[in-house]
């Protein structure tokens, strides 16, 4: 028999209800230290976003996919290995209680006169749990595990075997009951305190790692963006450097990324704004030469008016001509004024483009010239050719090249026009044009020693020359098979590519 120091009744009825629970270092799995547990920030609102440099949103996005990838790694991690911990504790617990109920600590006569520094040693609580709720302990022991309904049952027979975590004085216990002798049932329990310490560690190295891991992708995501960003931070700098300063630099241009497909754009913008200068600057000057001429002619003749006016007047004859001189001036300069604003539509950007029959545009040219030069005979041979155009511009081009041959052929000279496969040649039978003066007849001012005595602001062919190239065609100066002149412009035909 056993003594009555080491039988103890437990019942459902009569047993005392445990103390409440202490407050435990552990919790139940959750997130990672350091990650919030309530519902997320609501999102920065997009102005704010804005406003921060690319650098500085590329390291963010980073730091934020690193933080949520070791955050989601963290939690996994560590449920898992709670798991694994839970069920290997669970496991050998039931293997050490099946064991147990083969030995002495199944008989409740041998289990009552163990003595209990033997079993406290092991860190488990033992006991013999009959079906009327009477708990057998060893002797000197005067704690008994967690047991209830469930380890009841299987006493009872009603359950083969129960595993659950239950708390006594403070403490937490993982409780484990199997079935032994006819009518009890062996009860284990054991702390959790160890395991619980080791998921403690576990969450703070993940915590370390986590924290490790952003730090370096933040400063990994702004070391790539720097690197990434550096052809655009260049851009930047040129494009300031260009406002600031006026010089038209082209940057350096490496690789053939979408990075360096911007740069060699820019870089072609700034060779266009480079070109429009240069023409633009040459363009003010030549004007003001070819401006100072006329206008000081015309200085020079109100000059002598009044001085005629001041000393007694001159004879009409004399002041009929300065009248004349000044009004052939003004109507130079009006002319040379025309050509300069022509000229600078040359130069424009080029607008959209349509498909121009260039026969139909040197038709409307010669009716216009032979109205203004009644005593030059036309003779024409226009074949279709269509090309991809502007056809106001071809049609000043064309009337100049008429202009320009009726003005030096001779009184009932004939002007010879021809139009083949998108070449148009214009022969006259004048002068012609010396062998020096062909290179440069369609620059910009400029007037052969013959010309100098004829109307005109030498702009005419220039213009000629300018729409020309803007079609991508060319001009050519050379003789007529006469000895006049032969001027030539050839323009390549319309393209699908060159319409859109």
């Not at 560590?78 to 030995?103: E, M, P």
């Not at 041998?110 to 488990?124: E, F, K, M, N, S």
């Not at 700034?270 to 000081?296: I, K, M, N, Y």
Request: hydrophobic share 45%; net charge negative.
């Amino acid at each position: 028999m056993t003594s009555d120091a080491a039988r103890r009744v437990w019942s459902p009825s009569n047993a005392v209800p445990p103390p409440p629970p202490a407050r435990r270092s552990s919790v139940p799995p959750g997130p990672p230290d350091g990650v919030p547990s309530g519902p997320p920030p609501e999102a920065q609102p997009t102005g704010f976003a804005s406003r921060l440099s690319l650098r500085t949103r590329v390291g963010a996005l980073a730091a934020l996919g690193v933080g949520l990838a070791v955050t989601l790694t963290a939690l996994a991690a560590y449920l898992t290995v709670s798991s694994q911990l839970q069920s290997s504790v669970d496991q050998n617990l039931l293997d050490r209680a099946r064991s147990a109920v083969s030995t002495t600590l199944g008989d409740p006569q041998q289990l009552a006169d163990i003595p209990g520094a033997a079993i406290v040693a092991t860190d488990v609580r033992i006991a013999l749990l009959q079906a009327n709720g009477t708990a057998i302990i060893a002797r000197g022991v005067d704690t008994t595990p967690p047991m209830g309904d469930q380890e009841l049952a299987v006493a009872r027979g009603e359950s083969p075997e129960s595993v659950r975590t239950a708390d006594l004085a403070g403490d937490t216990y993982r409780v484990v009951a199997v079935p032994g002798q006819q009518g009890f049932a062996l009860v284990l329990g054991q702390p959790t305190a160890q395991t619980e310490q080791l998921l403690d560690r576990l969450r703070l190295v993940s915590f370390i790692a986590g924290g490790v891991g952003i730090v370096l992708a933040t400063w990994a995501g702004l070391s790539i963006a720097r690197a990434g960003l550096r052809p655009v931070r260049q851009l930047t700098q040129a494009a300031e450097h260009v406002a600031a300063t006026g010089q038209l630099e082209p940057i350096e241009v490496t690789g053939s990324d979408e990075i360096a497909r911007l740069a060699h754009a820019f870089n072609a913008m700034l060779a266009a704004l480079s070109e429009a200068r240069l023409r633009q600057s040459r363009l003010v000057a030549d004007a003001g030469h070819e401006l100072r001429t006329p206008l000081t002619s015309m200085r020079t003749n109100l000059d002598l008016l009044a001085q005629s006016e001041a000393s007694g007047g001159m004879a009409a004859a004399d002041r009929a001509q300065l009248i004349a001189d000044t009004r052939a001036q003004a109507v130079e300069l009006s002319t040379l004024v025309g050509d300069l604003v022509e000229l600078s539509r040359e130069d424009a950007p080029a607008a959209s483009r349509e498909q121009v029959d260039v026969a139909d545009v040197v038709r409307d040219a010669l009716s216009r010239v032979r109205r203004r030069a009644p005593g030059v005979a036309f003779s024409a041979d226009l074949h279709s050719w269509v090309v991809a155009g502007d056809a106001t511009q071809l049609g000043r081009a064309a009337t100049n090249l008429l202009d320009n041959a009726a003005k030096f052929s001779p009184p009932n000279g004939t002007v010879t026009v021809t139009l083949h496969d998108g070449v148009l040649d214009v022969c006259d039978e004048g002068p012609g044009i010396a062998d020096e003066d062909l290179p440069r007849v369609f620059d910009r001012f400029y007037r052969s020693s013959e010309a100098r005595g004829l109307p005109g602001s030498g702009l005419g062919l220039a213009i000629v020359k300018a729409a020309a190239e803007r079609h991508g065609g060319s001009v050519e100066a050379g003789r007529s098979p006469s000895g006049g002149a032969r001027l030539t412009m050839r323009l390549p035909a319309a393209s699908s590519a060159a319409l859109d």
